[in-house]
């Protein structure tokens, strides 16, 4: 079972069409959960992390929350260099002592002017 | 002031032959991770380093995998033979403590032909 499951897998946006992309984890005593943004050919660029349910973080057109069982990514106004696949990570946990980053499959998003 | 550095950034090969990649992290960074990416199965970490230590080499597939860092400022992984199912994008990541936030290199194609 995927412990971090990102939704949709694409998004295609017209300039201009606001959405949000989803990040749910199934790990428990979260101890942070990570953005990154991959842009083709290149290694992901860290966007975010938060903590704590309820925490919230800006950057530009980008907005990330965090509930217990899901982050969202919110894209304002989106242009087409935010074009590229976003990237959720989480720490496992096992059994109370931390593992490693796991990473989600991520979402593909293309904007279109 | 620079990012992570790998080398090489493409390397296409022959199955069976032995191919190094290397990895310069940012110094003063304490941790270092080797992940491989695919189109099937995402970023999946291989191992990582702890002040040049190896503490969890449970994602490397197969003996034929090898990591080293002989030092805080330089790392390389090995395969050896390689296989065509080797074929990916190596990344190699390094953060200041273990649950930092990582930052990535861009990262090296393989291509086992």
């Known amino acids: 079972e995927d412990q971090v499951t990102q939704s949709p897998e694409a998004l295609r946006l017209q300039e201009g069409e606001s959405s949000s992309l989803n990040c749910s984890y199934t790990?428990?005593?979260?101890?942070?959960l990570f953005w990154y943004r991959q842009d083709p050919g290149k290694g992901p660029e860290f966007l975010f992390t938060?903590?704590?349910a309820g925490e919230e973080k800006e950057k530009e057109r980008l907005k990330a929350t965090l509930t217990k069982k899901e982050s969202f990514l919110h894209i304002t106004a989106p242009k087409p260099e935010d074009s590229a696949t976003y990237l959720c990570?989480?720490?496992?946990?096992?059994?109370?002592?931390?593992?490693?980053?796991?990473f989600g499959k991520g979402t593909k998003l293309s904007v279109k002017p | 002031d620079a990012g992570v550095i790998q080398s090489p950034r493409h390397e296409v090969t022959e199955m069976g032959q032995e191919v190094t990649l290397r990895c310069k992290p940012i110094?003063?960074?304490?941790?270092l991770f080797w992940y491989r990416q695919t189109m099937m199965r995402g970023l999946e970490l291989l191992i990582y380093?702890?002040?040049?230590?190896?503490?969890?080499d449970s994602g490397m597939p197969e003996d034929r995998f090898s990591a080293k860092m002989p030092n805080a400022s330089f790392s390389t992984l090995k395969i050896q033979p390689s296989e065509p199912r080797d074929s990916a994008v190596y990344f190699c990541?390094?953060?200041?403590?273990?649950?930092?936030?990582?930052?990535f290199g861009p990262g090296t194609r393989l291509t086992v032909l």
């Open positions: 990570a989480v720490y496992e946990n096992y059994g109370g002592s931390q593992g490693n980053l796991i």
């Open positions: 790990v428990s005593g979260l101890r942070g």
């Open positions: 938060l903590y704590s």
């Open positions: 110094s003063g960074h304490n941790s």
């Open positions: 380093f702890n002040n040049n230590v190896p503490i969890d």
């Open positions: 990541a390094t953060c200041r403590f273990y649950t930092d936030t990582q930052y």
